[in-house]
């Protein structure tokens, strides 16, 4: 399979009903913070951008493998690299909102790639994702795995609420944050959910599994 091809070995690709998935998922950053440290009016506020797909490890625990994540803060880029593991860029990034909708654009400044656009509006009533639906598998993740130099996969838990989504109308997308991860993706997307506002936690990485490196 094309994704578990670049996974390290301690993790497997996650599918629902046969299909593997990759998600590019546009966010909103606010009051990121140590939890020893207020929020910083010049640090704790920007966008991100990820792309990721579906794993779980070798103890059955489902999370999320990110490819990388595009944001517009650079010491947050920074820190997420040396305490996370995590595969941050540095990006130009904006985003704007008129009444429901929001027009969000991200150009990685170390790629020549052409900026990514997108522009959805949320619709229908906030709801949980069912048990068993496509939308669970997908927003209902509260591991993230990451791997140090060297080979190591780290796991990290997440806490939060279960997140609260919504349908999506999408008016603009693209696939230049997979292309850049190196997937050739083609056609619509097959799902289009937005979130409302979490408060997220994450803890300290611990080490996972015995081996390492890209699987075969």
């Excluded at 629902?16 to 990121?32: K, N």
């Excluded at 990290?156 to 693209?174: L, N, W």
Aim: one cysteine or more; a neutral charge; charged letters at 20%.
């Amino acid at each position: 399979m094309i994704i578990q091809a670049t996974l390290p070995k301690s993790l497997t690709v996650d599918t629902h009903e046969g299909a593997a998935y990759l998600g590019i998922v546009p966010f909103f950053m606010q009051r990121v913070r140590p939890r020893w440290l207020p929020p910083l009016p010049w640090l704790s506020w920007f966008l991100e951008l990820n792309v990721r797909t579906y794993v779980h490890d070798e103890e059955g625990r489902p999370g999320v493998w990110f490819y990388s994540l595009d944001c517009n803060q650079p010491l947050a880029v920074w820190l997420a690299r040396k305490t996370f593991h995590l595969p941050y860029f540095h990006a130009a990034m904006a985003a704007t909102q008129n009444a429901e909708r929001i027009d969000y654009c991200s150009q990685r400044k170390s790629s020549p790639e052409p900026r990514a656009d997108y522009a959805w509006q949320a619709h229908g009533s906030a709801r949980e994702a069912a048990v068993g639906t496509l939308e669970f598998f997908l927003v209902e993740r509260y591991y993230l795995f990451a791997q140090k130099v060297g080979g190591q996969t780290k796991a990290g838990q997440v806490h939060h609420t279960p997140y609260r989504i919504r349908d999506a109308r999408m008016f603009a997308h693209s696939i230049v944050p997979a292309q850049q991860a190196g997937f050739a993706l083609g056609g619509d997307p097959v799902s289009v959910l937005c979130a409302d506002v979490v408060d997220v936690s994450v803890y300290r990485l611990q080490s996972i599994g015995g081996a390492t490196g890209k699987s075969d």
